[in-house]
């Protein structure tokens, strides 16, 4: 009995080891399509869903086209967990791109890190993403290099701020990792931190957290959350009396919080990791299609997930003319493509890419914007640098 057992798991896994490279070549894409983190992972979703058809549009790999396979990964670890073990084990993807957050990749990336597929994070911006593993890097550049611009920002436009109160979702591992950020910047800066306030990212009201930080009396305000508990809580902040600068962080950075701070949402700045003025060939021609199909500049968010596929894409084609793709087994490819991902260079909307030897990206150009709503609905980011 046992013996079988053994024969057929054995079996299992050398024809597991032997699976070929469908064609159209399938990458996974595991972004928020559900939950409030959906207001972040929509935009993915869109860029994602745009590098796929720009680049078939141009051959794909070299003549092969891809097929993006979508799993809902939501906004909590079980989802994104569940998300990569079916790209991994039923859609026999190639890579993935996702998830949406760190507090996510740190619990579903070691499942890709275990079964030896290579993870590309499009959103993943706290500390000690590429250390997951080997198979994991970024293309979403760290908060500790994101962050401190749009503090230096703020204090361009009012250089007399001297007292700040900081806020941030402690469930949440990006929000945590950059609120440490912003509260070592501040101080780098000479700003005195009056009041630190926690907060969970399922909180609706934070009338607690608003009282202290108007009997701080403070001249900046830096929130670390998500999309909804973050937009929330900057209305509730200016509803409630406060009139100083708002910087907020990543999890703010987009337009879908208008919906949520409506006009209140107006003046927050927000550090960028892209621009669509970004001068990049590459970008240029990124910015054109996307406006004529959308009608607006791409966001932040669908800029790095068009990264994301487009980088997998290149290192794929660098193995496809090694060897046809269709040649390798899908494990030795999985392993080959996680080489070829940290040893290229990309010319990506986010301008030129490249990797550490760890996953960590490097890139070159950081920006900061500043919202400015039209009215309770509509509203624009404007670039300040
Ligand atoms: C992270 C993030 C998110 C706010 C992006 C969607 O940066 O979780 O790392």
Redesign the pocket.
């Known amino acids: 009995m046992k013996r079988l057992a053994f024969t057929v798991t054995f079996a299992l896994l050398a024809a597991a080891q032997a699976q070929k490279v469908q064609t159209p070549v399938p990458i996974g894409v595991a972004v928020a399509q559900t939950s409030n983190t959906a207001l972040?992972g929509q935009e993915q979703v869109i860029g994602a869903r745009f590098a796929e058809k720009f680049l078939n549009a141009r051959g794909g790999i070299n003549g092969t086209p891809i097929k993006l396979v979508f799993q809902d990964a939501a906004g909590d670890e079980n989802s994104a967990i569940n998300a990569f073990q079916n790209l991994i084990t039923k859609e026999n993807v190639v890579g993935i791109v996702g998830p949406?957050?760190?507090?996510q990749a740190f619990a579903a990336d070691p499942i890709a890190e275990r079964a030896k597929v290579p993870v590309l994070g499009p959103?993943?911006?706290?500390k000690g993403i590429p250390q997951i593993g080997e198979f994991v890097a970024r293309v979403?550049a760290p908060?500790a290099v994101v962050a401190p611009n749009a503090i230096k920002q703020a204090l361009k436009l009012d250089p007399k701020i001297k007292k700040v109160a900081v806020l941030y979702a402690q469930n949440d591992?990006?929000s945590t990792s950059e609120t440490g950020t912003f509260q070592e910047t501040a101080k780098a800066q000479g700003l005195n931190v009056a009041t630190v306030q926690k907060f969970q990212t399922t909180d609706t009201d934070f009338t607690t957290q608003v009282t202290a930080v108007l009997n701080a009396d403070v001249d900046l305000v830096i929130v670390s959350g998500?999309a909804a508990d973050g937009g929330n809580l900057v209305k509730q902040l200016r509803q409630l009396g406060y009139k100083g600068l708002i910087i907020g962080g990543?999890?703010l950075n987009t337009s879908n919080i208008f919906s949520v701070c409506q006009r209140y949402c107006d003046g927050i700045i927000i550090a960028q990791a892209y621009s669509p003025a970004q001068p990049s060939a590459a970008n240029q021609v990124f910015v054109k299609e996307y406006r004529a199909q959308y009608k607006k500049d791409p966001p932040q968010?669908a800029a790095q997930a068009y990264a994301g596929v487009q980088v997998m894409v290149e290192a794929l084609k660098a193995l496809d003319r090694k060897k046809k793709l269709a040649q390798w087994d899908l494990g030795e490819l999985r392993a080959a493509l996680n080489k070829q991902i940290l040893a290229g260079k990309y010319n990506t909307p986010l301008g030129e890419l490249r990797f550490e030897k760890d996953g960590e990206i490097i890139q070159k150009d950081f920006y900061v914007a500043q919202i400015k709503m039209k009215d309770a609905r509509t509203g624009s980011f404007v670039f300040l640098k």
């Open positions: 972040l949406t957050l760190s507090q959103s993943n911006t706290a979403s908060v591992a990006f998500l990543n999890g968010f």
